[in-house]
């Protein structure tokens, strides 16, 4: 059965996590310690998520003509999207986040070198939108710059837009556009912002349901979700797990949600179903789990509700 497919735009960045080998990190010295990288990037992960559910879909980004970009290229393309509309940019640096923690697992600091996406042509990303198909998803992250995030917005035609803010700094970026987004996915931290009180999740919830937005999911970690859809607020439960590595499982989520959605689920049927994703997500090592299907995210979902007909 063929399914809608999923254009994405926003962040492809090379991620670098390293940490202290002492649980306290010395200051104004150098550290000993380990080093990792990965491919990283919401919108790119977001589609890594979707070709490996089995969705066809592509990106659009820039990176640099460098070893880094080169390494997005290759991995992304062979993991099944479509990277012809990522743009290699000579003389740029590609995109990167360096994430430094100590040996008990604090934050010491955090660098976004994400510069290289202010370039990006708003004329450009709506040529491609208005080249995919019409019944297609649109997904994009607030690491784009205003101007193209309104671009997005104005050739969307009646494409549905899902959006994340990435962060409460960038969530400010979403906020001309946001009659225009149909699903939204956000933490406590930038909900909090978004509404402009400290309320309970509940709460900011209700409130959510009642603004532009007409559906999303407010992620709660660990405790799953509150999901609103046309006014209505839904707990949507994480499902068990033996977690090793949260970065990624936000990722997982919104893209498993858009998989279901491109396969003819409901909303909160995407959502539930997309739970499964997360938790096989949070127990692998990698960002995006790199053995994640359609069947295994079914599966999974079927431990939690053994009386439900598995479909695909």
Known sequence: MAHRSVLCAGGCVIDRVGATADAKERLYTSNIGRMRTSLGGVA??????????GIA???????????????ILDESSRAGIDMSAVTPVAGAT?????????????????????????????????????????????????N????????????RGDRALACVPVSVQKLARLMPILADIDILFLNLYEARALVGSDGSA?????????????????????????AWDAGKVTPVPA????PT????AGDALAGATLARLAMGDDFLDAARHAMAAAALTVESH?????DLTMPAVLARFALSHPTETIQS
């Open 202 to 226: 509940e709460e900011l919830a209700a409130r959510l349901a009642a603004g532009p937005v007409p559906r999303g999911l407010l992620t709660l970690g660990p405790q799953g979700a509150l």
């Open 245 to 248: 590595n949260v970065n990624g």
């Open 239 to 242: 499902l068990a797990s033996r």
């Open 57 to 71: 879909v592509g990106l659009i980004s820039r990176i640099g003509d460098d070893l880094e970009g080169r390494r």
């Open 286 to 290: 990698e960002t995006v789990r790199s």
């Open 144 to 155: 784009l710059p205003p101007a193209v995030l309104g671009a997005i917005a104005k050739a």
């Open 94 to 142: 590609t995109a990167s986040y360096t994430a430094i923690f100590s040996g008990d697992g604090e934050l010491v600091i955090g660098l976004a070198d994400m510069a290289i996406f202010d370039a990006i042509e708003p004329e450009a990303v709506a040529a491609r939108i208005a080249a995919c198909a019409p019944d297609s998803f649109l997904f994009a992250d607030a």
């Open 44 to 53: 790119r992960n977001v589609a890594e998520n979707l070709a490996r559910l």
